[in-house]
C-alpha cells in the first residue's frame, strides 16, 4: 500500500524561529513529491521534487528531496504569523497517476 | 489561472438521501481526483479519473461513486448518505506527472 507519512503532527513556534516539517514515503513508483499549504480553504501549492539533492526556494520556504533515503524536508526560516497553516506532502505515483497525500503538519505561529 | 469549482461550499442532507458533489475545472486535465479531509486523518482518496468514462478506486471507495462523463466534470455520488460521511470534500485536478489543483470544497454535514 502506498503510503506518505508527515511528522509532527502538529508544531507550535514562536515568530522569527525556523521550523523544519518532515515527510517520509513508502510507495511502489515513485514520479515526485508535492508541498502544499492550506489555510481555511483549498490548498495551495508550494513545490514540485522530482530530483534528489536539488534545493527548491520560495522566499523563506525551501524544500530538498532525498530518493535513497524516502524523504523530504520543508524548511521555513523568520517564521511569520502568516505561515500558521496546515502544510500537507503528497506523492505522484507513476503509471497510476495516483496523488497520495500524507496527514499533514499543522503549523501554528505565536507572535 | 487554473479554475476548479465545486457546486456548493456547504450541504446539510439527511441520512438515506442520495447526495451529488460536483466538480468541474477549465483547464483541460487529464485527472482528476476526490478526496475526503478529516481532522487527524489528512486527505484520503476517494476515487479518480485519468480519463473521460474511466475511473479508479482510491483507498476509501466504499459508500461512493462517481462519474465522468465529460473531461471537464467529475461528479461524486453518495449513493445512501450516512452520518460518518460527514467531511469536508476536495475536487482537485492536474495534467499527468504535473502538481494539481484544488476547489475550495464542500463541507458535508448528514443529519
Known amino acids: 500500500e502506498d503510503k506518505v507519512v508527515q511528522s509532527p503532527l502538529s508544531l507550535v513556534v514562536h515568530e522569527g524561529d525556523t521550523v523544519t516539517l518532515n515527510c517520509s514515503y513508502e510507495v511502489t513508483n515513485f514520479r515526485s513529491l508535492l508541498w502544499y499549504k492550506q489555510e481555511k480553504k483549498a490548498p495551495t501549492f508550494l513545490f514540485m521534487l522530482?530530483?534528489?539533492?536539488i534545493e527548491k526556494k520560495s522566499g523563506r520556504l525551501s524544500s530538498i528531496l532525498d530518493k535513497k533515503e524516502l524523504f523530504s524536508i520543508l524548511n521555513i526560516t523568520a517564521t511569520q504569523t502568516g505561515d500558521s497553516a496546515v502544510y500537507l506532502c503528497?506523492?505522484?505515483?507513476?503509471?497510476?497517476?495516483?496523488?497520495?497525500f500524507g496527514q499533514g503538519t499543522r503549523l501554528t505561529i505565536n507572535p | 489561472d487554473v479554475k476548479v469549482t465545486q457546486s456548493s461550499r456547504y450541504l446539510v442532507k439527511r441520512t438515506g438521501e442520495k447526495v451529488f458533489l460536483e466538480c468541474v475545472q477549465d483547464?483541460?486535465?487529464?485527472?482528476m481526483f476526490w478526496y475526503r479531509q478529516d481532522p487527524g486523518l489528512g486527505l484520503r482518496l476517494i476515487y479518480f479519473?485519468?480519463?473521460?468514462?474511466?475511473?479508479e478506486k482510491g483507498d476509501i471507495p466504499e459508500g461512493y461513486s462517481v462519474s465522468r462523463e465529460k473531461k471537464e466534470r467529475f461528479s461524486l455520488i453518495l449513493e445512501s448518505a450516512s452520518t460518518n460521511q460527514t467531511s469536508m470534500y476536495l475536487c482537485a485536478s492536474c495534467r499527468v506527472g504535473s502538481e494539481a489543483f484544488f476547489g475550495q470544497g464542500t463541507r458535508l454535514t448528514v443529519v
Open positions: 479519473s485519468y480519463d473521460v468514462k474511466m475511473k
Open positions: 522530482t530530483s534528489s539533492g
Open positions: 483547464m483541460d486535465h487529464e485527472n
Open positions: 503528497a506523492v505522484i505515483i507513476q503509471g497510476a497517476q495516483k496523488l497520495v
